[in-house]
């Protein structure tokens, strides 16, 4: 599916299930593309009833771009494109997105996000600026940078933390409880032992077992508040 935009166009990866009209997850990837991993994250989705969207976020400065979290080169390069991301034009892309996937042929015209690392605060940031109807934050580094934000969440959010997080201190993770923990939208869970990336397929800290913990919540969460009749 192509996303046009005010200063140009990008491209996203869908996967669709079986049963249609479904509704949609858009899928916001890491500093590495849209690639196997994320590609792996939406057939995933597909496979349990959600159409599910990936959009090229970088496409401005690498479209296409596809790295291997495995590749010390692909890191550096992933670092560079993130340290120049403009946040804010990311998310004028994702609102973007969001408002194609209601339209989209079979769909429901319900959409939610969930995104990993990057694409995770962006997903937080999504439940904030955005009219989405669920969010999943997966390891969302930098969220504690934007919490001045969070009482304008007002979709269903779930949040997953790994407590040894390399990329988000445990003061991070206090900070973001502190001020997300009593929202009755807010749904945060951490898990002990694990590292960033815990549920990257691909990752030198996948977890198996938090990684099936937190997809099982995921999944459980999106197909509650994703059922609904579109608005």
């Known amino acids: 599916m192509q996303i046009d935009v005010p200063d140009g166009n990008f491209t996203t990866y869908v996967a669709c299930p079986a049963a249609q009209p479904a509704p949609v997850v858009v899928v916001l ?6 690639n196997r991993d994320i590609r792996a994250t939406c057939d995933e989705l597909a496979a349990r009833g959600f159409i599910a969207v990936a959009p090229d976020l970088f496409w401005r400065d690498a479209p296409g771009l596809d790295l291997n979290s495995w590749n010390d080169a692909d890191w550096k390069r992933g670092f560079e494109l993130y340290n120049s991301f403009d946040l804010d034009r990311g998310i004028r892309d994702v609102e973007a997105v969001i408002a194609a996937a209601r339209g989209l042929d079979g769909a429901s015209g319900r959409v939610g996000v969930m995104g990993f690392c990057l694409g ?3 997903s937080f940031l999504a439940a904030a600026r955005t009219d989405v109807d669920a969010a999943v934050v997966y390891y969302g580094g930098g969220t504690d940078q934007h919490l001045g934000e969070a009482d304008r969440v007002e979709a269903p959010l779930l949040m997953h933390f790994g ?3 390399e990329f988000i201190s445990r003061d991070a993770q206090a900070a973001i409880k502190a001020e997300l923990g009593d929202n009755p939208n807010v749904e945060i869970h951490f898990y002990p032992g694990c590292s960033h990336a815990f549920a990257r397929h691909t990752g030198a800290h996948y977890d198996a077992r938090a990684a099936t913990s937190a997809n099982a919540r995921t999944y459980a969460f999106l197909h509650a508040h994703l059922a609904a009749p579109p608005r």
Do not use: A, N, S
């Open 120 to 122: 995770g605060l962006m």
């Open 163 to 165: 407590e040894d997080d």
């Open 29 to 34: 990837q890491e500093i590495f593309g849209v």
